[in-house]
């Protein structure tokens, strides 16, 4: 850094970053566990069933991430899903036809479908 414009252009970068996380506040997330647990249990098929069922529903307050192995290798996949002001819920055991259930029922509806969740980690 050797200028005052490029201290602005940083600070104003930080402050495009924080605005962005803001506003994800307000929305679902789902977090996809992509270890490579859940990658050989069947998570990629998951992830992409969510992915997809979410654009055919043209939802645009959910974000979609991945996160890496979280010590419950035996119940992959999972998925966390993360509603503002709610507890999270953990899905495990997962397929692609669940989780397109869970995007209709769970994010659209907001009905738990309790039998795929395990309580609160």
Not at 36 to 58: H, M, P, W
Request: charged letters at 30%; glycine letters at 6%; aromatic letters at 2%.
């Amino acid at each position: 850094m050797k200028s005052l414009e490029e201290l602005e252009k940083i600070r104003e970068q930080a402050k495009d970053l924080i605005n962005l996380r803001k506003d994800n506040e307000n929305k679902t997330r789902i977090v996809v566990g992509m270890g490579t647990c859940g990658i050989s249990a069947g998570a990629r098929q998951v992830l992409l069933a969510i992915l997809d069922e979410i654009k055919k529903r043209n939802l645009n307050d959910v974000i979609v991430t991945e996160t890496g192995c979280i010590g419950l290798c035996k119940f992959e996949p999972l998925i966390d899903v993360i509603k503002p002001g709610q507890p999270k819920v953990t899905y495990v055991n997962l397929d692609a036809e669940k989780a397109r259930q869970i995007v209709a029922k769970h994010i659209v509806n907001n009905q738990i479908i309790e039998e795929w969740v395990i309580p609160n980690i």
